[in-house]
């Protein structure tokens, strides 16, 4: 920290006490509370409007304590809002309707597993642990759910609920209409988060612009825009930063893994860029995972970002169809690995000359899911529908006795209840074929969607110095801007528990 008292010299140790006397100053930019006026108190000030912000600040607000939330973009709501709405709950009311078997061991061995056993345990048990929770924060703000839980990639039962109108607005609106009724909570949009106020060590409090405009042509919006009247604001309680990855964060996320392009498309908000992680570096917060960047392996080549097509493709054609090489007709992946296993995949074939994969589904699988759904999916031309599989082959050039032979044989798995080629859990199909007309076709190439890196927070989302390896007084995170609980990889509807439950914690705590 700036403040180089006895103890933290010896806590430092002689190189990183050094380091700071030598004027490369682990704070250097943080302000002085003793040299601020400020323009406004509050107990809690939170950065951000996504879910992590929104259940923090609902639950500090209902703590009684007065909270001020700040958003940069003029629309509230992050990638939280317009995501996809799945969200994974551990021993769950549906699930046991479903009559389902789960535990938090369960989701946890599933987590880890996809994670690549680096996640950090304790904090994966919370979510498990809190997922309820979470779930009744949401539905007494007025979330809605679709009736039947989802089961997605790597997860080993059926455990996701789903916004009812299939779409992460179906649980932020509702959570934003909740929280502007509040008598004790302001939102500024348009307002920039840009440094820290310490007093001592203690953060007390933020600058920020107010009437920020966001501007996407700049090469880099955080640190070439000027725009907005900085204004100084106490969090007498603390900060709580709920600020979401960097997927479009251009020369932050290419740093973390050069093998990304700079141009790869993201499924992301332009927004979500890695400014507000980089002051809590500076400010000594312990980087974890930094370099390790989600694919989402059911997005569509035809449409930007996650478009209509992922919807589809995770709720229907990976569920109850199959994923095929265009050149061979043949699979090529379980369709329920995780992310991580299937986008490896898949870039396998679209690295050789765009040999886009197709996904495949038919009328059975489409009338299992939101209408909603495939009906935008077929409006954007995304998905595609053929009255035979002859037509669906022709039109994608597909070899079709090759497919057909596919078809059959993945069917017959399905009925044995057994995939021996690829280890998909046909057993958790509903036993669905693909075999009632009309079939649905789409192109599928992975695209960049989650940062799994960020700060070190503990139990209480607290965050952690890499100098004193303490909390750092008055900071907290929550949501994607943290690391550590999906380890290198997470399962689809797990960052929404996330959000929400490190939301409500750090909102408690605070
Ligand atoms: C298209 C899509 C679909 C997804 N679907 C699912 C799903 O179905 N289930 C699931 O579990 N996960 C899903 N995810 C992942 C999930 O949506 C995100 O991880 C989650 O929304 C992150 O929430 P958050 O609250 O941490 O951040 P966000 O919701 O991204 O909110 C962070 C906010 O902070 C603002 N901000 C950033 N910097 C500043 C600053 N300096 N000052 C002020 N404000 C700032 C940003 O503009 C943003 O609005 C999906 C993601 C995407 C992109």
């Not at 779930?135 to 997605?152: I, N, R």
Request: aromatic share 8%; glycine share 10%.
């Amino acid at each position: 920290m700036a403040k180089i008292t006895r103890r933290n010299f010896f806590k430092l140790g002689a190189v990183g006490a050094g380091m700071l006397a030598l004027g490369n100053n682990v704070n250097a930019s943080a302000i002085d509370s003793k040299k601020v006026k400020y323009d406004e108190e509050y107990d809690v000030v939170i950065i951000g409007s996504g879910y992590a912000a929104l259940s923090a600040g609902i639950t500090a607000a209902k703590k009684g304590d007065k909270v001020l939330l700040v958003e940069k973009m003029g629309r509230i709501g992050g990638n939280s809002v317009i995501n996809g709405g799945l969200l994974a709950v551990v021993n769950s009311p549906k699930q046991k309707v479903e009559g389902v078997q789960d535990s938090i061991d369960l989701y946890m061995e599933d987590s880890m597993k996809a994670g690549r056993y680096i996640n950090h345990p304790d904090l994966l048990k919370v979510i498990g642990k809190r997922g309820n929770d979470a779930l009744k924060l949401v539905e007494e703000c007025g979330a809605k759910f679709y009736d039947k839980l989802s089961h997605l990639g790597g997860h080993s039962v059926p455990r996701t609920y789903l916004a009812a109108n299939g779409s992460g607005s179906g649980i932020v609106l509702p959570m934003f209409d909740y929280i502007e009724k509040l008598p004790n909570v302001t939102v500024k949009r348009r307002t920039k988060f840009d440094d820290f106020i310490l007093e001592g060590d203690r953060v007390i409090g933020i600058t920020a612009r107010e009437k920020y405009k966001f501007d996407s042509k700049l090469k880099d919006d955080d640190f070439e825009n000027k725009s907005g009247t900085k204004k100084y604001f106490k969090a007498k309680k603390g900060v709580i930063l709920a600020s979401g990855g960097f997927s479009c964060d251009t020369f932050y996320r290419t740093q973390q893994d050069p093998k990304i392009p700079a141009d790869a498309d993201s499924t992301n908000q332009p927004g979500a860029t890695a400014g507000v992680l980089l002051k809590a570096f500076e400010l000594g917060a312990v980087p974890v995972h930094v370099s390790w960047i989600q694919f989402g392996p059911w997005a569509c080549p035809d449409e930007k970002g996650f478009g209509a097509a992922s919807n589809f493709n995770i709720n229907a054609s990976f569920r109850y169809g199959i994923s095929v090489n265009a050149k061979t007709g043949k699979r090529y992946m379980n369709e329920l690995a995780d992310r991580r296993t299937r986008a490896t995949a898949m870039f396998k074939l679209v690295n050789d000359n765009k040999n886009y994969p197709i996904n495949i589904c038919d009328q059975v699988a489409v009338d299992k899911i939101i209408p909603d759904i495939a009906e935008k999916a077929l409006k954007a031309g995304v998905v595609k529908k053929y009255n035979s599989i002859d037509e669906l082959a022709a039109a994608y050039g597909i070899p079709v006795a090759e497919l057909k032979q596919t078809i059959g044989k993945y069917n017959d798995y399905v009925k044995a209840g057994q995939d021996p080629d690829f280890g998909k859990p046909v057993d958790k199909t509903d036993g669905v074929l693909i075999a009632k007309a009309p079939f649905y076709g789409t192109k599928g190439v992975p695209k960049l969607h989650h940062t799994m890196g960020g700060l070190k927070i503990n139990t209480k989302a607290q965050v952690i110095s890499s100098y004193t390896k303490a909390p750092i007084p008055g900071l907290y995170a929550a949501g994607e801007i943290t690391g550590g609980t999906h380890g290198a990889s997470r399962l689809g509807s797990c960052s929404i528990p996330d959000c929400l439950v490190f939301g409500m914690v750090a909102g408690e705590n605070i």
